[in-house]
């Protein structure tokens, strides 16, 4: 196959969910590539209609197809390998900076952080909403009795910084803000960089949580710029994995200071990160197939030319998206001065006719 590396495969992935503005769907840029056809079957293969999980290679599969034991050497090595690689894609120092994995998906490490990173005795919390992925981060502290007060803004906007600051001038008793990089429900994507630094001038011992789970791999994000003490992310999303865990990226400083913090054993990240220090190993069972697997996605990531060559894969794929959507009619949700390329929503049409289900089952009829 003739210009294979250029070409790009059109597998568009919908996410459906009734909005509190306007009912919409999501279509995902996470497309594959023409590299990744050369991996796939022969087969039929199916293309998946979720921003994450999303369509991975064949060889990325095929890399799952081993069994090793938790504590042989090799995987112990890929466990190493992983972790710095993950720093490398961060673009911060192994000297400042830890990866600690986290068995589950990504909302494991979203609560893991709230669990470890917030004191038990006077922790509370600013969660920073535009969207259902920031209300999810609020539910987790009302489950956890964390004390939290939700700032809500529009669904088709972005978290804006001024009001930020007049929340921490009002109220020093948080010790944590915490935010979404992209809103994987309607596809914007927030300055988080600008709010850190916003943060840490007014208020410079207050913790800083990022959840970058439909950006981490595919937007560059400067986490020293920002003053971003946690991030996390999942190996299903732009990484292209296949699901199984997810990571935090977090200040050595920061984590160290959390020991005793957590609610709960397993989503302790302080003691996982102790456990992988000392031993290399985790605490309970890890994903080994999954992390096998994903060695060969941070392989094919690295081939592609890492975040800039994944990035610009995605700008391309969304930029086929949305002249193929406009001939058919539909209308963008998010105003032409949003900048996001990971997720791209429309409205409904208002044709009567029109019907979700239908039109979903009718996709899926095609194998689209």
């Known amino acids: 196959m003739t210009g294979v590396h250029s070409w790009c495969r059109r597998i568009p992935s919908i996410a459906y969910r009734n909005a509190s503005i306007l009912n919409q769907f999501s279509l995902s840029s996470r497309l594959l590539s023409g590299t990744a056809l050369k991996y796939s079957s022969s087969g039929k293969e199916k293309k998946l209609f979720t921003p994450g999980p999303l369509s991975v290679s064949l060889t990325v599969r095929q890399a ?34 830890t990866a600690v994995p986290v ?105 800083y949580f990022v959840d970058a789970m439909s950006s981490f791999g595919a937007v560059p994000l400067d986490l020293e710029s920002g003053n971003i003490d946690f991030l996390v992310s999942s190996v299903n999303k732009c990484l292209q994995g296949i699901p199984g865990f997810s990571y935090a990226i977090a200040k050595i400083e920061q984590l160290l200071q959390c020991k005793g913090n957590s609610r709960s054993l397993s989503l302790d990240l302080h003691d996982q990160y102790d456990g992988l220090e000392k031993t290399g190993q985790f605490r309970f069972t890890p994903p080994t197939h999954c992390m096998l697997a994903f060695c060969q996605a941070i392989k094919e990531f690295e081939e592609e030319g890492g975040v800039v060559g994944r990035s ?31 997720i ?15 039109f979903y089952s009718k996709l899926n009829e095609k194998d689209v």
């Open 64 to 97: 799952a197809l081993r069994d090793l034991g938790s504590r042989d050497i090799e995987f112990i090595s890929t466990v190493k390998f992983l972790r710095s690689k993950l720093l490398e894609i961060a673009e911060v120092s192994k000297k400042y900076y």
């Open 103 to 207: 068995q589950g998906s990504g909302t494991f490490a979203v609560e893991a952080v709230f669990h470890t990173a917030v004191p038990k005795s006077y922790g509370k919390v600013l969660v920073l909403e535009n969207g259902a992925y920031g209300k999810r981060m609020g539910k987790i502290c009302e489950v956890l009795k964390i004390p939290y007060h939700m700032e809500g803004f529009a669904e088709d906007s972005k978290v804006t910084v001024e009001r930020v600051e007049q929340i921490l001038r009002n109220d020093p008793s948080f010790s944590m803000v915490a935010i979404v990089h992209c809103e994987t429900s309607s596809g914007v994507i927030n300055p988080v960089v600008e709010v850190g630094q916003s943060i840490k001038k007014i208020k410079p011992d207050c913790v």
């Open 312 to 342: 610009k894969r995605y700008r391309e794929n969304r930029r086929i998206l949305q002249e193929g959507m406009n001939k058919l009619g539909f209308e963008e949700f998010l105003s032409p001065d949003h900048d996001g390329y990971i």
């Open 344 to 358: 791209t929503s429309y409205k409904f049409p208002k044709d009567p006719n029109f019907d979700f289900k239908t």
